[in-house]
Nanobody, 121 residues
Framework: QVQLVESGGGLVQAGGSLRLSCAAT????????MRWYRQSPGKQREWVAT???????NYVDSVKGRFTISRDSAKNTVYLQMNSLKPEDTAVYYC???????????????WGQGTLVTVSS
């Protein structure tokens, strides 16, 4: 069974940086798009960024110029480099990926367990 394992969350002061990682573990055939989402207390989960299998990236407007999503296909890992962090970036961050577990299977969405990022003012 494929799982996404996240790491890198923590407490940081406003203006600081953090780097999140999310690695796919288990037997898999291919990973298509990989994404980061976040959910703040009392709010709905929000899409943050996407990196395609070809390396194309997209971001929600609120993080453009501050966050960078990237992937290492050899390691089945996606990263989120977060700079110039603001208190409003405080949230649980989730990774998500479209994964084919075998040649014969269709792609399905897999979610990580989430990692907490807290930005103090």
């Amino acid at each position: 069974q494929v799982q996404l394992v996240e790491s890198g969350g923590g407490l940081v002061q406003a203006g600081g940086s953090l780097r999140l990682s999310c690695a796919a573990t288990g037997r898999l055939f291919a990973i298509n798009a990989m994404r980061w989402y976040r959910q703040s207390p009392g709010k709905q989960r929000e899409w943050v960024a996407t990196v395609s299998s070809g390396g194309s990236t997209n971001y929600v407007d609120s993080v453009k110029g501050r966050f960078t999503i990237s992937r290492d296909s050899a390691k089945n890992t996606v990263y989120l480099q977060m700079n110039s962090l603001k208190p409003e970036d405080t949230a649980v961050y989730y990774c998500n990926a479209d994964i084919r577990s075998s040649y014969w299977s269709q792609s399905s969405a897999v979610w990580g367990q989430g990692t907490l990022v807290t930005v103090s003012s």
